[in-house]
Each structure stands twice: as C-alpha cells, then as structure tokens.
C-alpha cells in the first residue's frame, strides 16, 4: 500500500486514471467570457428553465451528469460511485443530483476545493482496485450562493474591490481505468490553514497561504520543481490573492514561477464583466480545467497541468459570529 | 485582545497579525472619496424628487403637510419596491451605494428583495419569516434610537 505515497501528502498513483470525458455547462455571465467557445452549453440565464435558482442548478448538474454518460455511452448501471460537491447546504444539489441516478454516491463538502478533491477520491478509488468508472460532478450557482453566504439576490449593495463573483454552471466527468485522455498522475491533499482573516469578501487573502503550503508540499514530496508543469493553476485566488501568492512564494519560499502560474478565478471573465478580483465558486476551477485546459491535454498542446484548487471554509454563521475562516488547498496533477 | 498565533504552515513564517498587516496593505483599496460623491449626487437627487412630490401633493392635490408627508413616503417606497421587482435597483445600488441605501428605497429594497428570495419556501417560512430579515435591524434600532433621544429631550425640557 505505501508505495503510492510520496512524502507526506502526496500520493503517486501506479497506474494513472484517465479522464476519459467531460461535460461543462457556463452560466449566462459565464457564457459572455473570455472561454464561451470552450464550453459544451451555455445557460441563456439563472433559472435554466426550472422554478427556482437552487433547482436550476441540481438539473444544470444531471444534464453534465448525463451527457458525460451520453458522450461515452455508459448506462449509469456500469458506473460504480458518483462524487459529487456543491456549496449549498448539507450539499443538497448534489444529493439531489444522486438521487436521479441507481449510482452508490459519495457526497463531499469542501468549498471550492470540489473539484480536486472529487477527481483526487477518484483516482484514489480506481488506482486502489476499488471502482473502474467514477463520475465526479459539481456545480455552483451564483444567486445560490450569493443568497446563502451574503445577501438576496436583488438587494443593493457595493462590493469592495477585492471581492470575487460566485461563478454559475456545473460540470461532470468521468474518470476510469481504462480508455484514452489525460490521466491524473498524483494528488496532495491540503491541511487547513487559519489566517485570522475574517472578511467573507476576502477570500484571496484567506487561501493564498493555504494555496502556497499545498503547492509547496507537492514540490517537495514529489521532488519536483515549478517548472516541471506546463501550467500551474490556482482555482479561485482572484486577482489580488494570486498576488498575494506570487509575493508570498517570493519572499517566504523564495520560489519563483517561470511564467507558468496562473488562477482559474482570473481566466473565467472578462475584465469589464463587473466581477472585481475574479471568480470564485465550485465551478469556477471545474469550468476552467474540464474546457480549455482538458481539450488542450488532449490536443497535446499542453502536457502537464497542476490543478490547486483552493477553498474557503467558512460558515454564514462562523462568519456571523466573527470567526476567522479557516482555508484549505488540494492539489491534481494531470498529465498526458 | 486575543493573542497573537503564528499562521499553521511552517511555509509562511508570519504571525496572523503580520500576514493580515501584509493582506491590508496589499488590497486594493474601497475608493471611499469617489462612492461618498456618488452617494451624495444620487441622493441628493433622490431626496430632491421626493421634495417635488411632496410639494405637489400638497399644491396639487391639497393634501396637508403631513398627509402629503406620507404620499411621498410611500410613493418612494413603492418606486424603490418596482425597481426592485424589475430587476433595476441592484444595477443601480452598485453605483449609487449609500445614495440608494440611506434613503426609504434602501428599506424599500431590503424588504422585497427579502420577499422574493423566500418566496420559494412559502407564506410563513418564507416571505412571512425572511421579510424583516435585513429591515429588521432598521426598525430596532429606529424604535431604540427614538425612544432614548425621546427620553433625554423629555428629561431636557
């Protein structure tokens, strides 16, 4: 068993899972971005046809759901586990998701860390000899989000510059140990690390550090350096915290990134969307990482991608009460 | 004041208090100076066009001072509350800020944009519950604010 494991964090899978499909559906906002092209369908607007924003998400989550088992023409019979994440409480979009499917389901909560953390339980699951298909999903949605953690939707207010918009969508996946695609390569999974910072608008600040001990764990554990990856991709640091990363690397770690780090959260939008520091959410690094960068592994345009997908798990009621939010960061490597 | 801990990663060798001294400095900073005119502008227009509706109630349609106090009150409430419903006040709140806020249509605002996020979860869980949820603390106050100053002037005259 311990010969998977590279140092502390890290595990190093014997024989790599391949994403074998992907599925992306954007929201409106979502679908006006820098990487419309990229994905598989567009929402024209929030209620996707259904009665209420948090039903809107749950169907926006089956449709990704059921086209990944379209595309590679599986019944959900010949899947052995769903993992699946969302925002909402007690996830409920994704157990409502599950509940469409005769799919054995594990539901996870860990912010916007989902997809890391789903594709990671996955790979563990198949390279274990536990499974030989697992399809991963998560969605987010921003009037659900906005609504739980924040405010109504239509109440007016000024967000401070550092703050990051909710992206909207859901994706789906399938990973198995066979087939043709990228293959998750390794995986470090993240401690939580607590700032003190207690502004829910702040979530750059709150994961950079998180975001910097992770990817740092993962050069160590596996003797790699920076430069090993194509791209290395924060999930939702934003503007300001993937500066706030880049300074801290800098002048804490004295590492330095050839060009090659960048945020899911900066690449989802354009500048003059009114998004401030970028995107954030479930979705945001799913949306990202299963469109442009998956096509791109697959075209052989890239080779080798670490996904750090970063997460804020804080509470409405922690925040409430004036806790500070605790942050955590799980790490993929994919590789072609 | 709680006690100072180092962050729980030996990667970033700061203290809470230094990293969020560091985070401070680096945030882009809230454009106080350019949200304050904005506020005062749009306000101030809203606050004129209530003094012209006031005034018109009364030389229109001869409504008394307090009556025609009211009217207006009530006619802002009702612009803010459509605004609102249409899907505008939000758009125009991201601009305006405090200019919107301060004034009755930020009431206005809070209690329907409240009612329609909780319209899903029905009558009484929902709308009933919820309606209050951001106003709630407007009114509380409000009474409290009023009944001590009521106190000291009473005591004062």
Same mark, same amino acid.
């Given at each position: 068993m311990k010969d998977k494991r590279r140092g502390r964090h890290t595990v190093q899978f014997s024989s790599p899972p391949y994403i074998v499909s992907t599925y992306t559906i954007a929201g409106p906002l979502e679908g006006q971005g820098p990487l419309r092209d990229h994905f598989d369908a567009i929402s024209k607007d929030g209620m996707y046809e259904q009665k209420s924003f948090e039903k809107a998400e749950a169907k926006m989550m089956e449709d990704a759901v059921n086209e990944v088992l379209r595309k590679t023409a599986n019944l959900p019979e010949y899947i052995d586990y769903f993992v699946a994440s969302d925002l909402l409480d007690q996830i409920v979009i994704s157990s409502t998701t599950a509940s469409r499917f005769p799919i054995p389901f594990i539901g996870m909560y860990s912010a916007c860390t989902a997809t890391a953390l789903c594709s990671s339980i996955a790979a563990m699951l198949i390279d274990g000899g536990y499974a030989s298909k697992v399809v991963v999903a998560t969605s987010s949605h921003n009037s659900t989000a906005e609504r739980q953690f924040r405010y109504p939707v239509e109440y007016g207010m000024q967000r401070p510059p550092y703050s990051q918009w909710t992206a909207t969508g859901a994706t789906a996946a399938l990973v198995a140990d066979s087939g043709e695609g990228p293959r998750i390569t390794s995986c470090t999974l993240g401690c939580v690390i607590e700032t *003190?910072? &207690? /502004?829910?608008?702040?979530m750059g600040g709150a994961m950079a550090p998180a975001a910097l001990d992770t990817i740092v764990q993962h050069f160590e554990d596996t003797s790699r350096d920076p430069d090993y990856y194509d791209l290395i991709i924060t999930g939702d640091l934003g503007e300001f915290g993937h500066e706030l990363l880049k300074e801290l690397a800098q002048s804490q770690m004295n590492l330095k990134f050839p060009n090659n780090l960048s945020d899911c959260g900066m690449l989802?939008?354009? &500048? /003059?969307? *009114?998004? /401030?520091s970028g995107a954030s959410g479930c979705v945001c690094s799913a949306l990202v990482l299963f469109s442009k960068i998956y096509k791109e592994l697959c075209k052989g345009a890239i080779s080798k991608v670490l996904l750090v997908a970063t997460g804020a798990l804080h509470s409405p009621t922690s925040c409430h009460q004036g806790e500070s939010i605790p942050s955590i960061a799980h790490a993929i490597a994919i590789e072609r | 004041m709680p006690q100072d801990k180092p962050l729980n990663t030996s990667r970033v060798k700061l203290t809470q208090k230094q990293y969020q001294q560091l985070v401070s400095e680096r945030q882009p900073k809230v454009p106080v100076l350019k949200r304050a005119l904005r506020a005062f502008v749009s306000g101030g227009l809203i606050c004129t066009f209530g003094q012209f509706l006031l005034e018109t109630y009364m030389d229109v349609f001869g409504m008394t001072r307090d009556l025609a106090s009211s009217a207006t009150t009530a006619t802002i409430i009702l612009i803010g509350g459509l605004l609102t419903g249409l899907g505008y006040f939000d758009k125009i709140a991201a601009f305006a800020g405090a200019g919107v806020a301060v004034p009755v249509t930020g009431f206005a605002n809070s209690m329907v944009s409240s009612a329609m996020e909780y319209k899903r979860e029905g009558l009484i869980y929902g709308i009933g519950s919820h309606?209050?949820?951001?106003?709630g603390s407007v009114i509380v106050y409000g009474v409290v604010t009023a009944f001590v100053v009521g106190l000291i002037v009473s005591l004062v005259s």
């Open positions: *003190g910072i &207690k /502004d829910p608008y702040d989802l939008y354009n &500048k /003059d969307q *009114g998004v /401030d | 309606l209050f949820g951001l106003a």
